[in-house]
């Protein structure tokens, strides 16, 4: 088993491909678009709720299985969910294979527009040249988590990475270092910058 922290936030992305799969035989709603959008690009925790109300515990601990995490351990506070980076990443590299084929732009929609106020982290690195899909996570402000998932295409491309941390000083904190971090990873990467965007 690898490290584990509670998910918060970014166990957003599972909830919004078990809904996509629930939903693969019908185009989606104006009422779950307006669920989905919030809870992806402004982490709306309401919506997330209701959500993960909606799909079920089953559909969530399947798609783990289905997506072969190790490591996550659902939680009825679904927040403290337990999972890895490494879970995580690779959820990430293989997300389009769980999303129903009608379902996939719109997925790649919600994570590629992050409200602007979101977009710290890896939301702040130079990726030009590639399309980013991300999700951050985090406690409340507080420091306790602070962490995010990411996909970067180019072309047939892709890399998939996920950084967590835990226990910062604070929230300002924690999003320096995600970003440190995300940049450090990714200098050298074919037209990635280092600079902040």
């Known amino acids: 088993m690898q490290q584990t922290a509670p998910a918060a936030s970014v166990f957003k992305v599972m909830l919004l491909v078990a809904y996509l799969r629930m939903r693969h035989d019908r185009r989606l709603s104006g ?9 992806i690009r402004r982490s709306d925790s ?9 799909v079920g515990v ?38 389009r294979r769980y999303i129903p084929g009608e379902h996939r732009r719109y997925a790649a929609h919600l994570l590629s527009r ?30 306790r988590v602070d962490h995010q998932v990411a996909l970067l295409k180019r072309g047939h491309e892709k890399l998939a ?7 910062d000083p604070d929230h300002a904190y924690g999003k320096r270092t995600l970003r440190g971090v995300f940049a450090r990873l990714l200098r050298g990467l074919p037209g990635v910058r280092s600079g902040r965007r």
């Open 46 to 54: 309401v919506a997330a709720t209701s959500v993960r109300d909606i």
């Open 31 to 39: 009422g779950d678009r307006a669920l989905l959008a919030p809870m």
């Open 114 to 143: 992050i409200v602007p106020s979101q977009r710290w982290g890896i939301g702040r690195v130079d990726t030009r040249g590639w399309r980013l899909y991300f999700k951050g996570g985090w406690g409340s402000g507080s420091g």
């Open 161 to 167: 990475l996920a950084v967590f941390t835990q226990f």
């Open 58 to 95: 089953r559909r969530i601990e399947r798609l783990a299985r289905v997506a072969r995490m190790r490591d996550f351990r659902y939680a009825s506070i679904w927040g403290l969910s337990q999972t890895s980076p490494c879970d995580q990443a690779r959820f990430m590299y293989r997300l």
